[in-house]
């Protein structure tokens, strides 16, 4: 790790104090902990535990998390592939279980990318609901949108705007509302060094500037009785403890509520007016308190009426032609055990999506993905995505390719874009997984099965 600057190390010595500060420099002598978070849309924590072949341990403040050995590489399994868990920092972990988003809201993670986070919320609302993932950084947006579809979720929208664009066409729209703000970073010094290349007192003010910015649109997007969370992973109290008081003097229906206590977080550390009113409500998880990196988090609660409704525009009607129709219609009877669940369906060019049933018009609004990609309608067939693919269950497609994790050089052939070989001999797309879990589409003639795992995707596997 590069050399702490002098600037960066006097000031977490005077928030901390002497004897805390050289505790907390000795964490930087410590390597940095790893961690992965269970994906339960998928499969149980438990289940988990017991499928994979490296040992874990559970992460205390968030159930589905775990640890793992720096001796591991759970990247590297095909599991990762499937989608059965996340590798997440422990200590980032936190924050989704503070904004505690429920079935059927509607969510908007803001600052979205990679997509740690917002793949946490998903698996919280399980499917039921509509979470808009949104980053504002182009070259960011396609990493966030893959990590969703590794995932499974089917219930999100994907959009690549300011926070300005989204706050004149949403307001009091969310019930929910994650404001993971980019900042300084100084949490990720012992896990990210280029972050301590970037470091000054100038670019803390340059991050403290743009997370006001942010909020100021964040604030009117939230309706009256909904949540926000704001999160850093950054120490000083400029990004923390005096966004959390701006806000509080700049919008009077906010209210700062207690995030929820655990043994290792710690209060904040602001001195200015209403400190000890602040610093009893806000989280700080700390590196040398705790088996993570650096972390701070703030609740707030807008006061109002928490049944009042949002307002409602209506995405305009693209109903299906009887043409295309026809050829989805014909796909899911030859392909799937079931119709899928009936949802508003609309065509993109050639391009079909499953989307909220009270999905607003975002016409003039940067939409990445306007919800689940099904697939593309070519000239006499119905092409299914690998988005519809990691969204599925074993239980849903009439044709499944069986691989096991054991058998290390049938799935490495899969996941380098080669044919694999059917146990029985079919006709169709098939859905081929690990160990029973999705990892893409086959198109089965006899016994032989023609990959189309997107190229984007494919990867060489030596071990796992």
């Avoid at 092409?383 to 849903?396: F, G, I, R």
Wanted: aromatic share 8%; glycine share 8%.
């Amino acid at each position: 790790m590069p050399e702490l600057p002098n600037a960066y190390k006097e000031q977490m010595r005077t928030l901390l104090g002497e004897a805390d500060y050289r505790a907390f420099m000795r964490a930087y002598t410590k390597s940095p902990v790893r961690g992965l978070r269970t994906n339960t849309l998928k499969v149980s924590p438990s289940e988990l535990k017991e499928m994979v072949p490296f040992h874990l341990k559970p992460v205390e403040w968030c159930p589905a998390g775990f640890y793992y050995s720096s001796k591991d590489s759970p990247g590297k399994h095909p599991y990762h592939d499937a989608g059965l868990y996340y590798i997440q920092e422990p200590s980032a972990m936190a924050v989704v279980e503070q904004l505690d988003p429920q079935p059927g809201e509607r969510v908007l993670d803001l600052c979205a990318a990679p997509g740690g986070k917002s793949t946490q919320i998903a698996a919280k609302m399980g499917g039921q609901g509509w979470l808009i993932s949104n980053e504002i950084h182009s070259q960011r947006v396609n990493v966030l949108t893959e990590n969703l579809e590794r995932c499974g979720v089917c219930n999100a929208t994907v959009l690549n705007e300011s926070p300005q664009r989204l706050a004149s066409r949403f307001t009091a729209f969310f019930d929910r509302i994650l404001v993971d703000a980019p900042c300084s970073g100084e949490g990720m010094f012992r896990k990210n060094p280029d972050a301590v290349n970037e470091w000054s007192p100038q670019h803390v003010l340059g991050c403290t500037r743009r997370q006001r910015e942010i909020l100021d649109a964040a604030i009117p997007m939230l309706r009256p009785g909904g949540r926000l969370v704001y999160s850093t992973c950054t120490f000083n109290t400029r990004e923390n403890e005096e966004i959390v008081d701006y806000l509080l003097h700049t919008f009077p229906d906010l209210t700062l509520q207690k995030a929820q206590n655990h043994r290792h977080f710690t209060p904040g550390i602001a001195r200015e007016t209403r400190a000890r009113t602040l610093n009893e409500h806000v989280a700080r998880l700390w590196p040398h308190q705790l088996e993570g990196e650096g972390h701070f988090i703030a609740v707030f609660k807008k006061q109002g009426d928490a049944d009042s409704p949002a307002k409602e525009t209506g995405y305009p009607k693209a109903a299906l032609s009887a043409d295309l129709l026809e050829k989805w219609r014909t796909f899911e009877r030859d392909t799937l055990t079931a119709p899928l669940s009936e949802k508003r369906r609309i065509v993109f060019g050639s391009h079909l999506y499953d989307i909220p049933p009270d999905l607003p018009d975002l016409r003039g609004i940067r939409v990445k993905r306007p919800g689940l990609y099904l697939g593309e309608f070519k000239k006499n067939r119905f092409e299914p995505s690998h988005a519809l693919a990691m969204a599925l269950t074993k239980q849903n497609a009439r044709l499944v390719t069986f691989l096991s994790s054991k058998r290390i050089g049938d799935v490495a052939a899969y996941l380098r874009g080669e044919t694999v070989t059917a146990k029985s001999s079919q006709k169709g797309w098939t859905l081929v997984t690990v160990d029973g879990f999705p990892l893409g589409w086959g198109k089965q003639v006899g016994t032989v099965v023609k990959n189309h795992l997107p190229k984007r995707l494919r990867r060489h596997v030596d071990s796992y």
